[in-house]
Nanobody, 115 residues
Framework: QVQLVESGGGLVQAGGSLTLSCAAS????????MGWYRRAPGKEREVVAR???????NYADSVKGRFTISRDIAKRTMYLQMNSLKPEDTAVYYC?????????WGKGTLVTVSS
């Protein structure tokens, strides 16, 4: 089973940017659904952005135009570029993959946006 490790979280001021990375321990493929999720304090986990098929993505309305998901198959890594960050983006961010029916989650990376 592939394992995922997130990195890149930290403390940033509102309006700033961060790039999260999700490194996979094994091969990933363009047809594998992959995505970023987050859980804010006191809230349920929600989808942020995801690949839903080869070349197809969708984003939560709250991040459209600010966040960009991408992945490098050769590097076995997925990214989340986050711009114009807001305090309400504060959360633990998780990556996820459905690798031919085998679901894997990372342990998360904390993003804190100060006002």
């Amino acid at each position: 089973q592939v394992q995922l490790v997130e990195s890149g979280g930290g403390l940033v001021q509102a309006g700033g940017s961060l790039t999260l990375s999700c490194a996979a321990s094994g091969s990933i493929y363009n047809i594998n659904p992959m995505g970023w999720y987050r859980r804010a304090p006191g809230k349920e986990r929600e989808v942020v952005a995801r690949f839903i098929g080869t070349g197809l993505t969708n984003y939560a309305d709250s991040v459209k135009g600010r966040f960009t998901i991408s992945r490098d198959i050769a590097k076995r890594t997925m990214y989340l570029q986050m711009n114009s960050l807001k305090p309400e983006d504060t959360a633990v961010y998780y990556c996820n993959i459905d690798r031919f029916g085998a679901i894997a989650w990372g342990k998360g990376t904390l993003v804190t946006v100060s006002s």
